[in-house]
């Protein structure tokens, strides 16, 4: 079982930047491929980014390229994710995501997320 933590989140103006932690405990989660998701009121979850195991492959939605940047700190168990120049449509709750394959069983697991909340 891994167990993630989200923090970071809070209310900033409209270009304003926030950097989101999220502290994984019970296994590591050096061999998991981690993402950030986010879902806006009324709104499906949709994906923001994501990072392998690795970190040599990183993915953004089109959304946030630019201006969003994931990393991840496996000597610390923790992903991060720096939110800069925000926009209003960036409100919403953002979730950890992690996620392995071990043969031909998936495993994933999420945290309870962090509430981000950009004004005009």
């Known amino acids: 079982q891994v167990q993630l933590v ?3 989140g809070g209310m900033v103006q409209a270009g304003g930047s926030l950097r989101l932690s999220c502290a994984a405990s019970g296994r590591t989660i050096s061999n998991y ?9 009324g709104k499906e979850r949709e994906f ?4 392998t195991d690795s970190g ?3 993915n953004y939605a ?4 630019g201006r969003f940047t994931i990393s991840r ?3 610390k168990n923790s992903l991060y994710l720096q939110m800069n120049n ?8 953002y979730y ?19 509430l981000v909340t950009v004004s005009e």
């Open 56 to 58: 040599n492959t990183i």
């Open 33 to 41: 491929a981690m993402d950030w998701f986010r879902q806006a009121p």
């Open 62 to 65: 089109d959304s946030v390229k």
């Open 96 to 114: 950890c995501h992690a996620g392995i394959t071990v043969l031909t069983l998936e495993f994933e697991y999420w945290g309870q997320g962090t």
């Open 73 to 75: 700190d496996n000597a």
């Open 48 to 51: 923001v980014t994501g990072i």
């Open 6 to 8: 989200e923090s970071g």
């Open 86 to 93: 925000l926009k209003p449509e960036d409100t919403a709750v």
